[in-house]
């Protein structure tokens, strides 16, 4: 599942598509067929309201909360914001011709293609389909947004995370769980959640209660470490995840634990599933 720094990368590359115009929106079957049978597959609007609203409009800006895009839209007459989740295996495709895209199992489900004003298609692709889209006037109106704490990057973020983790809400749950709640921090999935934990040296089991100011705010360093360290390697290609060019990420290959049969020192390691995903962990390295 991409994480903050595949979401990321993703919008920095959709750059090209600021300040076209989407001139027409087309839906696969399987988002036609999902609807009919109240599974809302995917686009979660009324289908003609969503082609209604999009079509026409113009991609004003881009940008991201936690693993959330969002694209603004407008016209002379208004704006909308379209918020867009990869889910498992979504993405995006800047293309001349449907044809361009590269993959078979990508080109097979396609899920919406905005044709844009200069005769490219925005093409959304999502195998699993746990992808999601949808319209709101404001992006207030969307709850999660509404609570989700301060992104790494704003100079809030430590003081907010540190509150968070002093909060009686948080103090009974494992640390894993915790950093993987957009409250707190937003954007940090299992992978990046493990990797920071190892680097930290902080069992993943832990609860928060008992761990210090001090190892937690190294905590926090170290998640803004490995997002930053992703960003730099194109990020981490599990199984899905693509750029919008097609291309795989490099940070899969800098892994200390994920995935890993031994840490980097050479001790086996415990996997326990934590939060409802496989959690890797060294007991000797961390405590
Ligand atoms: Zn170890």
């Not at 839906?27 to 289908?47: A, E, F, M, P």
């Not at 489900?109 to 044709?115: A, K, M, R």
């Not at 200069?118 to 404001?138: A, C, P, V, W």
């Amino acid at each position: 599942m991409p994480e903050l720094p595949e979401v990321e990368l993703v919008k920095r590359e959709l750059t090209p598509v600021i300040n076209l115009k989407i001139t027409d929106v087309e839906l696969s079957q399987y988002i036609y067929n999902g609807h009919k049978t109240n599974k809302r597959t995917i686009v979660k609007d009324n289908l003609e309201a969503f082609k209604t609203l999009v079509a026409g409009k113009m991609i004003m800006h881009i940008g991201r909360r936690g693993k959330y895009l969002y694209f603004l839209l407008g016209d002379e007459y208004e704006t909308t914001h379209l918020v867009s989740h990869l889910g498992m295996s979504g993405a995006y495709f800047i293309v001349s011709d449907f044809e361009d895209i590269k993959e078979h199992n990508f080109k097979k489900h396609w899920q919406v293609i905005f044709s844009l004003d200069n005769g490219q298609k925005l093409i959304y692709s999502d195998i699993r389909r746990f992808g999601e889209m949808h319209t709101h006037e404001s992006l207030h109106d969307f709850p999660p947004f509404a609570r989700m704490a301060p992104e790494y990057t704003d100079e809030l973020s430590l003081d907010h995370y540190m509150t968070m983790m002093r909060a009686k809400k948080y103090e009974n749950k494992p640390v894993k769980a915790a950093i993987m709640d957009g409250e707190v921090i937003p954007g940090v999935g299992n992978i990046y959640a493990v990797e920071s934990l190892y680097l930290s040296h902080i069992l993943p089991t832990r609860k928060v209660k008992n761990i210090s100011d001090k190892r937690l705010h190294e905590l926090f360093d170290r998640i803004t470490e490995v997002f930053e360290l992703s960003l730099s390697r194109g990020g981490s290609t599990i199984s899905d995840y693509r750029s919008v060019t097609g291309g795989k990420g490099e940070m899969q290959n800098s892994f200390n634990v994920y995935q890993r049969k031994t840490c980097p020192l050479g001790h086996p390691l415990k996997t326990k599933v934590i939060n409802t995903r496989n959690t890797f962990y060294c007991t000797t390295c961390q405590r």
